[in-house]
């Protein structure tokens, strides 16, 4: 197999003194769809805009090892990081309006994105900015070109982000919460537009998301985040039908499941009682101790190691055998 596009290996992030996010490891190859899953706070968006070392100010990375397209991103200089920055990876953010400047038609906005890595001017830049809109599913992109972002509607504004991130062909999508703040009609055209656009342009994608029916529809495989650590990863169908880690069950038993009130049967949906740990405090064991039905005095003094219980998944929970799941 080649190279992965992309490989973060013992990635720790720290906001002051603290670690937000301890010794992260994953990799992403061309063409493929990786989700970064977990609860607000989890670290998954550090962990991508880190990627591309777009963290705010305040937040340093502490050590570790991220090389994209064959680029050691926390070595590169400013020239590195610009060929990097939209040229081999387009972002997608999670809320457009903000992302978006007010005071700029979407076609201006999108038109900078080109001409940052792109020698083009007038009619030809005009082109190629259509060329995207059209490409990011824009209706009547021609009339909407000049518009301002206030003008369009959620979903619109979504695909006018989309289309700046495509605009230099890029070879990697990092998409933070793409679907969160729309209706679910709209993220279903979202969703099929991005599948539909992994066809045609071939781009890897990154989805950082805290919704599981998302990464069913999108994703090929799962990385799982609590508390800033990675507690789980494996294919997406392996993780749905055998989730190793508790917290990962707490996830998949929380989720509504469409026909379920037809059946009969109890439709109450499972909780994940208590809160996440405050990451201020140091935590000797396993991060999810405190929420866990199964933990032991072993889980609270001890921290379980990231071990491969199945090919190609791999959990970091004392009692998650390779032989089977814990009863859920």
Partial sequence: MSAPLLRVEDLTIAFGPRPV????????????????????????????????????????????????????????????????????????????????????????????????????AGAALRARVLELLRLAGLPRAEERIAAYPHQLSGGQR????????????????????????????????????????KHRVGAAIVLITHDLGVVAEVAERVVVMYAGRKVEEAPVGQLFRT??????????????????????????????????PSLKQKIPGCVFASRCPHATDLCRQVAPALELKAPGHIAACHYATKEGAIAA
């Avoid at 963290?55 to 994209?68: D, E, T």
């Avoid at 793409?178 to 539909?196: F, G, H, K, S």
């Fill in 158 to 197: 979504q695909r006018v982000m989309i289309a700046a991130a495509l605009a230099n062909d890029p070879k990697l999508l990092i998409a933070d919460e793409p679907t969160t703040a729309l209706d679910v009609t709209i993220q279903a055209q979202i969703l099929e537009l991005m599948r539909d656009l």
């Fill in 21 to 120: 996010v301890r010794n992260l490891s994953f990799s992403l190859h061309r063409g493929e769809t990786l989700a970064l899953v977990g609860e607000s706070g989890s670290g998954k968006s550090l962990s991508a805009l880190s990627t591309l070392r777009l963290l705010p100010p305040a937040a340093r990375i502490l050590s570790g090892r991220i090389a994209l397209d064959g680029t050691d991103v926390l070595a590169a200089d400013d020239r590195a990081l610009q060929r990097l920055r939209g040229g081999v990876a387009g972002m997608i953010f999670q809320e457009p309006m903000t992302s978006l400047n007010p005071l700029h038609g979407i076609g201006r906005q999108v038109g900078e994105a080109v001409t940052l890595h792109r020698p083009l």
């Fill in 243 to 276: 989730p190793r880690h508790p917290y990962t069950q707490g996830l998949l038993g929380s989720m509504p499941r469409l026909g379920s009130s037809l059946t009969g049967t109890e439709t109450r949906l499972a909780e994940i009682p208590g809160l996440v």
